[in-house]
């Protein structure tokens, strides 16, 4: 089975290509059928290759020479593995429910901006599968591409709001920075081992020297924190919210901003291999967490609190590679594709009955109209909050395990940005859904329930929110029950050789899981009292709520230090170098030429005259050159 696995990205390819070049002339309801269909079928042979790779192993499919020159050669090949295998599942699975969601969302486009929308929607799930599915870094470094122009053209999906156009250069251009890394350590990898081929690579690590696979994790890890979102290249990510909904759901849970976990658990021998990066990946990863978290806490647009939210979690995983729990943060990031696609389609079912209306200080008591997007987004905020049983609780906990056991300060940090996490999901549920209707009249009497292709997935990825972390029981609560960790095992078995193992007593881990939940439990409690009777006269914002809520002014410093300067840098250049200097030297030549030739013209004036006149002038003046021509002659012959 793992042979068609080049069906799995060729179907979204195919979509594309029929839904790009038919916008026109599809109805809407073939373009839906197409869109989704196509992710479907790539779903449905992911689980089939799963279920290969489970009972058979892991397999390279070669299909192509891609570059091969004298020095090395890049096969377009895949590699079928359980990391991979499992991304399929995640990419496919909740990219259809998005797919089958957006035929209801966006209904009210017309037909061609129906197509372009769900054309741009396959190939972003296209990219990613190439991403994860490359046996190289090469042929990841194309899909990594490939998702940065996907999300330049959805999160500017309405071209003509210019805010909406500026969120898309700033994420495009933010992701090319981090891009310049990760091209820079492919290029490393070349020169120093010849191949950039996972098994070639990993089966030669111990050609390098401790700079090299320093230098080489550090500068992957520069690409992760553009794609991935983590201090300082995290800012594009909350202005992606400008896409439509959809949109934002498939970026933040299934593609995109998984990448870069993907890559460095794909390079995880590597990356043990390098302590001082592991310690930066770490730490950059927790603080993105509390840092998000904290811009979290005072956010009222619905889909910007769960932007942040995205980056704080991003944050987790990073932290989770960075101590070592590689198998921790791949389930992490299953569990949040589950919750996280959930909340962004479930606050897209409230903008969609609100007409539009993203501030939450607006909604409130809307529990009692939106009944299945109320469960379903509660149900969220509980796997997000990390309450057991649901999924969010048990890859959070093992995260935060693995970090007391490498450092105790990590623990403690991330169980506040656990907290506040608790704290800003229930902010958010109790101002949208409990409490009284704050918003206009007009909306009032509109409010409904989405439609069933909107209904439908929601009550899916509930589902899957609530059990899907029943896969990762900890050893602690049941041996041998973390499926997870054992399917994953053969591609982090190099680095448990050769990592250092802390182990914590039961009675620890009971002790920290009690505590965490027990707090996390307090805080739900006062946050939902403190909202519950919301009333937005009521709300005296201090200096530093309003200092929150514009975002520790990061953007403005940004502004301040990097962009105004660079602005003032090409004004420069274009006024003073190119027009002034360039363009002057250029058109100054043309005008001379221009004046020559005009003064020249009046020499024509057709008068007979004039000609006669010129003409004898021109005869002395030969006889003069020539006249002075032979005594210069005579001159140096009487000499020589």
């Known amino acids: 089975m793992s042979k068609l696995v080049y069906l799995v990205p060729l179907f979204p390819l195919l979509g594309f290509l029929i839904n790009g070049l038919g916008r026109k002339s599809m109805s809407r309801s073939l373009i839906g059928i197409v869109g989704s269909g196509a992710i479907l079928a790539s779903f449905v042979v992911s689980l089939l290759i799963f279920f290969d790779v489970k009972n058979n192993g892991a397999s390279v499919i070669a299909l192509f020479d891609f570059i091969n020159v004298e020095s090395f050669q890049i096969p377009f090949a895949f590699q079928v593995d359980q990391l991979s295998s499992l991304f399929l599942l995640i990419i496919t699975g909740i990219g259809f429910l ?19 929308y769900f054309a741009y ?42 805010t909406y156009n500026y969120a898309a250069r700033k994420a495009f251009v933010m992701n090319r920075i981090g891009d310049l890394g990760f091209l820079l350590a492919v290029f490393w990898l070349l020169f120093r081992l010849g191949t950039a081929s996972y098994g070639d690579v990993f089966a030669n690590v111990s050609k390098l020297s401790s700079f090299d696979v320093t230098a080489i994790t550090t500068l992957l890890f520069v690409g992760a924190m553009g794609k991935s979102a983590q201090i300082p290249l995290y800012t594009w990510l909350p202005d992606a ?11 933040h ?41 904290t811009i979290a806490l005072k956010q009222n647009d619905i889909k910007k609190v769960l932007a942040y939210s995205t980056v704080s979690q991003l944050g987790y995983m990073f932290l989770g590679l960075g101590v070592g729990a590689y198998t921790g943060a791949v389930f992490h990031v299953m569990t949040h594709a589950f919750f996280k696609a959930l909340l962004f389609l479930g606050a897209g079912s409230v903008i969609h009955a609100m007409h539009h209306e993203q501030d939450i200080r607006k909604m409130g008591g809307l529990k009692k109209y939106m009944p299945i997007t109320h469960i379903t987004f509660l149900l969220a ?14 890859s959070k906990d093992e995260i935060l395990t693995a970090a007391f056991a490498k450092n105790p300060i990590y623990y403690f940090v991330g169980v506040g940005g656990a907290l506040m996490t608790a704290f800003y999901m229930f902010r958010l549920y109790t101002l949208t859904f409990l409490g009284d209707f704050r918003g206009t009249q007009d909306q009032g009497n509109h409010i409904h329930e989405s439609p069933s292709a909107m209904t439908i997935p929601l009550i899916i990825l509930a589902a899957l929110s609530v059990v899907g972390g029943l896969i990762g029981i900890p050893e602690v609560l049941a ?17 448990a050789k050769i990592a250092e ?62 962009v105004n300067p660079l602005n003032g840098l090409a004004g420069f250049f274009k006024n003073i170098v190119e027009k002034s200097g360039i363009d002057g030297m250029v058109n100054g030549v043309g005008r001379l030429v221009g ?16 000609y006669i006149l010129i003409m004898v002038l021109a005869i002395v003046v030969f006889f003069v050159i020539w006249f002075n021509d032979l005594s210069i002659m005579r001159f140096f012959s009487k000499i020589f």
């Open 479 to 495: 041996s041998n029950a973390h499926s997870l960790e054992h399917f994953l095992a053969p591609i982090f078995a190099e680095s």
């Open 381 to 394: 905020c509980l796997a997000i909050a990390g309450i057991p049983p649901f999924s969010g609780f048990f």
């Open 253 to 293: 849970a299934a593609t995109m901003v998984t990448a870069g976990i993907y890559m460095i658990a794909r390079s995880n021998i590597l990356y043990t291999m390098a302590p001082a990066t592991q310690t930066l990946v770490a730490v950059v990863g927790l603080a993105t967490a509390i840092f998000a978290a």
């Open 98 to 116: 998005i797919h089958l969601y957006s035929t209801a969302y966006m209904h009210e486009e017309e037909p061609q901006h129906f197509g372009r």
């Open 501 to 562: 193992h802390h182990h914590l007593e039961a009675s620890q881990e009971y002790l920290m899981m009690g505590s965490s939940t027990l707090a996390i439990i307090l805080i739900i409690l006062f946050t939902v009292n403190r909202y519950k009777k919301y009333r937005a006269t009521e709300q005296v914002d201090s200096s530093f709520s309003k200092l929150l809520e514009n975002k520790w002014y990061i953007d403005e410093l940004y502004d301040s230090l990097i």
């Open 595 to 610: 004046y020559g030739s005009r003064q020249l013209r009046l020499l024509q004036s057709g008068q007979v005259g004039n």
């Open 121 to 162: 929607l396959n190939l972003f799930v296209f990219s990613m599968l190439l991403l994860v599915l490359g046996a190289n870094y090469v042929i990841m470094f194309i899909g990594w591409e490939g998702v940065g122009l996907c999300s330049y053209l959805l999160i500017g999906f309405w071209f003509k709001n210019n």
């Open 241 to 251: 919210m400008a896409g439509p909904t959809p949109v934002s759901a498939l970026i």
